[in-house]
């Protein structure tokens, strides 16, 4: 079972993934031009963390940001 915590967590740490996949690629061929678009496709609608903390101070029953909690 998935807590409210975790969820939040994990939306931001996947923001952070994608961003990294785009930003740190230092010409290096691993990540193709076309998964590139893909990510920014994706990124253009995904969460902000300031969009995760309103939704978690709106429903923390589903999201809920703690950061004492890992």
């Given amino acids: 079972m998935t807590l409210p915590y975790e969820r939040a967590r994990s939306i931001n740490f996947a923001r952070t993934l994608l961003v990294n996949m785009l930003v740190n690629d230092e010409g290096n061929d691993?990540?193709?031009d076309e998964t590139k678009e893909l990510i920014r496709s994706?990124?253009?609608h995904y969460p902000t963390e300031y969009d995760v903390i309103v939704m978690a101070s709106k429903c923390?029953?589903?999201l809920f940001?703690?950061?004492?909690?890992?």
Wanted: no cysteine.
């Fill in 30 to 32: 691993v990540i193709t």
């Fill in 42 to 44: 994706a990124l253009r």
């Fill in 60 to 62: 923390p029953e589903v």
């Fill in 65 to 70: 940001i703690a950061d004492e909690i890992d």
